[in-house]
């Protein structure tokens, strides 16, 4: 059920606002990038820090071991899931490579994806291809835009894939790719399923058990605003019953039992290694308990509204093409001016406390080739944003199109 538009003047937005201090410095537009942390967060980390830095880094977590618990179980609060699905880890990419390794893919094997998968992914894939012998099949889309489930299921139909594996938001679009459809077709099948959500997770409810996700790899410092060199991974109950575990296994993740013998730990944290940022941990706890208190639904209907409104404004200058397409749009604009790179303009931006992004071809060959370019600029707000924030970045652009 869609949530209430709260209004740019309501006294909620008032309170986010005031809880990121960096909204009367600048004007941040790059929450598909790193959110700015509302204060709880950066009062997590610094106190985990000054803790450490009080007793030592084992002394600090042991007696924040109760606080660190919590984190994840607001982590896993975020997902609809328990906090014994969730394992900690350094990033999103992090997260999707340790759920790669778990499968033992050779020669032959196929993994079937889409045109638009994260530039990291598809690296990740490429790579498996050249020292592995793997297959590659990446999804026709639909007309409207996005992978097309009809031709999953077809392709399955055809033949059997060792994972199917999807970015659910692509980083250089505002596309939403239907990730509960295939989630669907995979289950029908019985097939292992993994999920990107990098860009979904704080910018829109979640409910792991409809998407039918065997793993969903995130990460905490954009639209969930969490600090930077934290990301997550959830792992569902049917493959942790199984057995599945990433390739390279620690002592945190297993028990030496025997010279030749080890015993998985039971939950998620197989995953993850023994060595991590505790501090960043907390930040990370703090930001999934401030998403859940702003409301996901809350959140998403905040920033969409801002990300049509944004693509309205960009519209209306001249030399500026929108690039998002699709059924359904998140809090990402994207668009290629004539004749301008995107990258300049992002600096020219900053330059004038805007900022931005600026994703080139290399982030999605596919998709940038297909709509004719080579660099775009990347505007997208989040529920702290305001509409005269955007009418800010829009008109300066204008005045930095003009000046040449």
Request: aromatic share 6%; with cysteine.
């Amino acid at each position: 059920m869609a949530g209430t538009l709260i209004a740019d003047r309501a006294p909620e937005l008032s309170r986010w606002r005031a809880d990121t201090p960096g909204c009367a410095r600048l004007v941040h537009l790059n929450n598909a990038g790193a959110a700015l942390v509302p204060k709880p967060v950066s009062d997590a980390v610094n106190a985990h820090l000054a803790l450490e830095q009080d007793l030592g880094g084992y002394e600090a977590a042991d007696a924040q071991k109760p606080a660190l618990q919590e984190a994840y179980r607001a982590v896993a609060k975020i997902l609809g899931a328990e906090a014994r699905n969730i394992a900690l880890v350094q990033s999103s990419t992090a997260a999707f490579a340790q759920a790669i390794s778990a499968f033992d893919l050779k020669q032959g094997d196929l993994l079937l994806t889409s045109r638009s998968d994260y530039a990291s992914n598809q690296i990740m894939y490429l790579s498996l291809a050249q020292r592995r012998g793997i297959e590659i099949l990446r999804v026709p889309d639909a007309p409207e835009g996005g992978i097309d489930p009809d031709a999953v299921r077809s392709l399955l139909r055809r033949r059997r894939p060792s994972l199917v594996a999807l970015t659910w938001i692509p980083t250089n679009s505002g596309l939403v790719q239907p990730v509960e459809a295939v989630g669907a077709i995979c289950r029908e099948a019985d097939i292992p399923y993994l999920v990107d959500a990098c860009q979904a997770v704080g910018q829109m409810p979640i409910e792991v058990a409809k998407l039918g996700c065997d793993f969903l790899a995130a990460t905490a410092r954009k639209f969930l605003r969490g600090p930077r060199g934290m990301g997550f991974l959830y792992v569902s109950d049917r493959l942790l019953a199984a057995g599945s575990h990433p390739l390279f296994v620690d002592m945190h993740g297993a028990t030496w039992t025997q010279p030749d013998e080890f015993a998985l730990t039971p939950d998620a944290r197989r995953f993850e290694y023994w060595e991590c940022s505790h501090a960043l941990v907390l930040g990370l706890g703090a930001a999934a308990r401030y998403a859940t208190a702003v409301g996901l639904q809350v959140a998403c209907d905040r920033a969409r509204d801002l990300a049509v409104y944004t693509r309205t404004r960009l519209a209306e200058l001249p030399g500026v093409r929108v690039l998002d397409r699709g059924p359904e749009l998140c809090a990402i604009a994207t668009a290629t001016v004539a004749g301008r790179d995107g990258s300049e303009l992002k600096l020219a931006l900053r330059a004038r406390r805007i900022n931005t992004s600026s994703p080139e071809r290399e982030d999605a060959v596919i998709d940038m080739d297909e709509k004719a370019a080579s660099s775009a600029l990347r505007i997208s707000p989040h529920y702290y944003n305001t509409r005269e924030e955007v009418d800010t970045a829009v008109e300066t652009l204008r005045e930095i199109l003009m000046s040449g």
